[in-house]
């Protein structure tokens, strides 16, 4: 029998053998301006998606990528309740952005990623003037925004459903 092999969906333990100790800590925590970006993923019904990997990608304090010294990549399971933590530090805006961080997530039922932007809900004045998030309908650019608390910033990630994060095409 030829052909190509039919899609398959991933999962349910997508993330086991993927994560490894350092990669929910961009920064040490003692990194000036550490915080943790964290969050839930709910899948379309509002559940807690106990098995999925988020992956962060992000630019310097400076905005500059690739700086010696700053990985600028995360990774993370989630946990029973579709907690996930990143322990990095605020981006700067890069080529006039507002600063953000590339989100990508894995988890059951996707055929692929599907990757997402968080901007930071305390960058009001860069986030009006970026490019991307202008593409976004208003009433929808809440779903890119972590607000601030006392951990870092909350970010949470539904796949479906109402408030359904908004997800890129790349």
């Known amino acids: 029998?030829?052909?190509?092999?039919?899609?398959?969906?991933?999962?349910p333990y997508l993330s086991i053998?993927?994560?490894w100790a350092e990669g929910p800590y961009v920064v040490a925590g003692d990194a000036?301006?550490?915080?943790?970006l964290h969050g839930r993923i709910r899948d379309g019904a509002g559940e807690p998606i106990p098995d999925a990997l988020v992956e962060t990608w992000q630019a310097d304090p400076r905005g500059r990528f690739h700086t010696p010294g700053f990985r600028g990549f995360g990774r993370c399971g989630t946990d029973d309740d579709g907690r996930w933590a990143i322990r990095t530090v605020?981006?700067?805006?890069v080529e006039g952005?507002?600063?953000?961080?590339a989100v990508s997530v894995f988890a059951r039922g996707l055929l692929h990623r599907?990757?997402?932007?968080l901007y930071f809900a305390d960058e009001a004045e860069a986030n009006g003037g970026d490019?991307?998030?202008a593409t976004v309908p208003p009433e929808r650019r809440h779903t890119l925004l972590a607000g601030r608390d006392d951990e870092g910033y909350r970010?949470?990630?539904?796949?479906?459903?109402?408030?359904?994060?908004?997800f890129f095409d790349l």
């Open 131 to 133: 490019e991307v998030l």
């Open 155 to 166: 970010f949470d990630i539904r796949l479906q459903g109402d408030d359904e994060t908004v």
């Open 17 to 19: 053998g993927l994560t």
């Open 97 to 101: 952005r507002a600063p953000h961080v």
């Open 32 to 36: 000036p301006g550490a915080v943790w």
């Open 1 to 11: 029998m030829t052909g190509p092999t039919p899609s398959q969906t991933v999962g």
């Open 114 to 117: 599907v990757v997402t932007r």
């Open 90 to 93: 605020k981006p700067g805006p």
